[in-house]
């Protein structure tokens, strides 16, 4: 144990408390023998005492009779707690020159084993202790808590499940009634001292968590499992936020931890660690951006997901399930799904981000990448490799947002809980000046303007192809149509293919090393970079958004004429009675 007054005090628990002023060179015993003192090889086991040759696993059996648990009070230099593995719990309020024993607790059969001993954060006079006595076959869990300097003990297991043997416990620096509690199936919470556990499910696994610590600078919960490895949950600061009050809230949002700005690292142009083999293992970083916890009392489903769960309580208590009614059957067809939506808006009110997160009852987390909406057009959804993440915004300006969070149902929105604000901030200066936040967010904002208006040109060259694709199929089957209707579809889908050579570089000419003209895609590319950079623009990326401004506007006065003889066309179609394809109204006669 490294004393919390002087880093170069060490102190090491035998049958004694040693102590090193030097950082462990030299050692003087603190204390006496602190245990009860009793031989092992001479206590009596099952019954008797057993002769040397038993069978007694001595190479792998603890040393009996020894300090299990140390700890200092972070407010009071000199006062320590010591726990044995044969029922002592020991204190000294003089650095060890004198001890304090207590050998019985209440509730628990004497000669337990201390698990661990924390001396409280906030109140010299308080400590906890976890004890058990699973070798005797009782594996239920025992906390107490001192407030007296170990003089009596009293009980904080409060509602913890049976059969849960308390490994390890943590007290928050901030909320003194806020513990963390390892157990031999999990990780509890209380926020009321000990009166009320809350279990930490998630990705927890089943397995005994035999330590825990708490990371102070970014509040992280780090657990260690017997077996599995290590756990940790990331910011577990809106657990301070926690009352009765919010638990009767219809929703709460938690107060938001300022964001870190930059760009993630993406190794061999992948996420986390990339594509390097089985063997390779790093764990998930914390999602990136600011993390919104929220919490909902009761969560929101549909209509239908709502009478499925009543219909199968009352299954449960053999009761009937009668059919609803054909309106209410109706009513479910039509009803969409409940989203939980939040809103982030700049210092100046302005609408930055909206996205929706879980709807399900109980704690959750969602993370806003710090960036705009992808101004994409809409497209048929479909199925993306790994590597193809989908079209992102550009990064937001570091400075202050506010994030609300209401629930959305039918078209209408609720709002549940109060706003929260926090900051985006810089994670580390660039080694390069950068341009003006003011500058980059005036360019991002005209870079977007063009690619809004391109994205939909692509789209609806795309559509149009199609319509027309779909016109020469039934142009076969019309008995009014003549030559010349073959020949304009034919006109208009060339047309439309000079149009997509000017937006795309030639495939053909790009696969042998000749991409000709520059498309307008390729000027594109040319600036999406800066979606993943906090440096430019660049002077060379200015003259190139404003060559794509005027290829663009070519290209789009270019399509405007191009509808204008599509809907002449289409006239045509609908006047001789030529079977209907898309992008024709409905034909009335």
């Known amino acids: ?24 060179d030299a050692w003087t015993p603190v204390s006496e023998d602190l245990t009860s003192g009793v031989n092992r090889l001479t206590a009596p086991l099952m019954g008797r005492v057993q002769s040397i040759d038993a069978v007694w696993d001595l190479w792998a059996m603890s040393k009996y009779a020894t300090i299990t648990s140390l700890a200092e009070s972070p407010l009071v230099e000199g006062l320590l707690y010591a726990g044995t593995d044969d029922g002592h719990l020991q204190v000294s309020e003089d650095g060890g020159a004198s001890w304090r024993a207590t050998t019985s607790l209440p509730g628990v059969a004497d000669g337990w084993f201390v698990n661990d001993i924390k001396a409280d954060l906030h109140d010299a006079d308080t400590a906890y202790a976890c004890v058990d006595q699973h070798k005797t076959g009782d594996f239920a869990p025992y906390v107490f808590k001192t407030t007296d300097r170990a003089q009596t003990w009293t009980s904080i297991v409060g509602d913890l499940p049976e059969r849960h043997i308390a490994w390890r416990i943590v007290q928050d620096h901030v909320r003194p009634e806020l513990l963390f509690l390892g157990t031999e199936f999990g990780v509890f919470f209380t926020v009321d001292g000990g009166a ?94 600011a993390a919104f916890t929220y919490y909902l009392r009761d969560g929101y489903e549909t209509s239908k997901s709502a009478r499925a769960a009543a219909e199968a309580a009352a299954i449960e208590a053999g009761e009937d399930t009668p059919t609803p009614g054909w309106d209410a059957l109706d009513a479910e067809g039509r009803d969409s799904d409940p989203q939980i939506v939040f809103t982030v808006t700049d210092d100046a009110g302005n609408v930055v981000r909206r996205f929706a997160g879980p709807a399900q009852a109980g704690l959750q987390r969602v993370a806003w990448d710090l960036r705009y909406p992808s101004v994409s057009a809409w497209s048929e959804p479909v199925e993306r490799e790994p590597w193809d993440a989908p079209d992102a915004g550009f990064l937001v300006m570091p400075g202050r947002y506010t994030v609300r969070m209401a629930v959305l149902r039918e078209g209408g929105f609720t709002a549940l809980g109060a706003a929260q604000s926090f900051e985006v901030t810089p994670l580390r200066d660039g080694a390069l000046p950068r341009v003006s936040p003011t500058e980059m967010s005036a360019f991002h904002r005209r870079f977007e303007a063009i690619n809004l208006d391109s994205e939909a040109v692509f789209e609806a060259v795309a559509v149009r192809q199609r319509e027309v694709e779909a016109v020469r199929e039934v142009l076969l089957r019309s008995r009014e149509v003549h030559e010349a209707e073959f020949a304009a579809a034919n006109d208009l889908r060339h047309a439309l293919l000079d149009l997509g050579r000017r937006m795309h570089t030639d495939e053909a000419r790009d696969f042998a090393g000749d991409p000709g003209p520059v498309a307008l895609t390729a000027r594109f590319f040319l600036l999406e970079g800066l979606k993943w950079s906090t440096h430019g623009p660049t002077a060379q990326q200015r003259d190139v958004l404003d060559l794509l401004e005027q290829d663009l506007e070519g290209i789009r006065s270019d399509y405007i004429d191009l509808e204008d003889r599509l809907e002449t066309f289409y006239g045509v179609l609908d006047a001789k009675g030529v079977p209907w394809t898309p992008g024709r109204s409905v034909i009335r006669r």
Do not use: K, M
Not at 284 to 289: A, E, L
């Open 1 to 24: 144990l490294v004393s919390p007054h002087d880093p170069a005090r060490v102190y090491f628990a035998s049958q004694r408390v040693w102590r090193s002023d030097d950082r462990g």
């Open 196 to 289: 009320r556990w809350v279990e930490l499910t998630g990705a927890a696994p089943n397995i005994p968590f035999r330590d825990l610590e708490l990371q102070r600078r970014d509040n992280d919960l780090v657990c260690a499992t017997f077996g599995r490895g290590i756990y940790i949950l990331d910011d577990y600061a809106p657990l301070r936020e926690v009352t009765d009050e919010v638990l009767a809230a219809e929703g709460h949002l938690f107060a938001v931890r300022d964001a870190h700005w930059y760009v993630e690292r993406s190794p061999l142009g992948g996420d986390g660690p990339a594509s390097q083999g089985d063997a390779y293992f790093v764990a998930d970083n914390p999602p990136f951006g």
